[in-house]
């Protein structure tokens, strides 16, 4: 069975950073793109970030260019979201989901997902 399972969450002060972590069990993460989407209460879920199969294509939300940056580990079948200079409108509930092998924008396109894990911007 494809499992994803992210981890990294927690609570941070405005302007910290927290890197999310994106494990892959029961496949190998190396034929897939890798999304990671967050969703606040009340709201849609929205795709934060994307990173393709070979990781040489990524893309970004423009509410996170230039604070987020994603990567891949294929050895390691982990995905990262680093996220730097966070703000309160930042905190969600983060997921990472698969598909493969080139990103998309939309998460209907995207099969696997994780349970998600919350990241909270708070003073």
């Known amino acids: 069975q494809l499992q994803l399972v992210e981890s990294g969450g927690g609570l941070v002060q405005p302007g910290g950073s927290l890197r999310l972590s994106c494990a892959a069990s029961?496949?190998?993460?190396?034929?897939?793109?890798i999304g990671w989407f967050r969703q606040a209460p009340g709201k849609e879920r929205e795709r934060v970030s994307c990173?393709?199969?070979?990781?040489?294509?990524?893309d970004y939300a423009g509410s996170v260019k230039g604070r987020f940056s994603i990567s891949r580990d294929n050895a390691k079948n982990t995905v990262y979201l680093q996220m730097n200079s966070l703000k309160p409108e930042d905190t969600a509930v983060y997921y990472c989901?698969?598909?493969?092998?080139?990103?998309?924008?939309?998460?209907?396109?995207?099969?696997?997902w994780g349970q998600g894990t919350q990241v909270t911007v708070s003073s």
């Open positions: 029961g496949f190998s993460l190396t034929n897939y793109a």
């Open positions: 990173i393709s199969s070979s990781g040489a294509s990524t």
């Open positions: 989901a698969s598909r493969g092998p080139y990103c998309s924008g939309y998460p209907v396109d995207f099969g696997s």
